[in-house]
């Protein structure tokens, strides 16, 4: 999803602004400071997809068990494979990591900075872009994922509002 978020035209935001206020961060990173394990994320299980200039990303996320969730995606043009990306999320020392396995790319390794029981917050800095990616649930249809970070040292976040949809092949 690392790759594949980064993928969709059209939504990125440049500027200090549009990345997540330090307020909210520190709220979640409250609320994250207290054992948890990862059946909290159990809400982001399922099927996604949003589509926008031609382009559909597709996520899929198995339920957390075993201390682990383990996420798929694919973007495509019209209704040709663009790219694709394995994503595990694995508890890890009181924390959850998210370890993205993109298309073309090497391997990243994300550590969540936040999480409450409708948003988590991943975060590394070492990471050329993004440096952090989060997920929150909006009701239960709908999700909003992001990606951001500095680019050239500019700020920007990229938004990719995703649907809940049926699962194929059920």
């Not at 924390?95 to 988590?120: C, K, M, N």
Request: proline share 4%.
């Amino acid at each position: 999803m690392l790759k594949t978020l980064a993928a969709l035209n059209g939504a990125l935001v440049a500027g200090a602004g549009a990345v997540m206020p330090s307020l909210m961060i520190a709220s979640l990173a409250t609320a994250a400071a207290q054992p948890r394990s990862i059946e909290v994320l159990a809400w982001l299980g399922g099927c996604w997809e949003t589509a926008s200039g031609g382009r559909t990303v597709e996520e899929q996320w198995m339920a957390p068990r075993g201390g682990s969730m383990v996420g798929v995606s694919r973007t495509l043009r019209e209704n040709s494979l663009v790219e694709f990306e394995v994503v595990v999320i694995r508890e890890q020392e009181n924390q959850l990591a998210y370890e993205a396995h993109p298309s073309g790319q090497p391997s990243a390794v994300f550590i969540s900075r936040a999480w409450t029981d409708s948003t988590v917050v991943f975060e590394n800095l070492q990471h050329d872009f993004p440096q952090r990616i989060g997920y929150q649930r909006s009701g239960s249809n709908s999700l909003l994922a992001w990606i951001e970070g500095n680019r050239q040292g500019q700020a920007q976040r990229v938004e990719f509002p995703y649907n809940r949809v049926a699962c194929a092949g059920r």
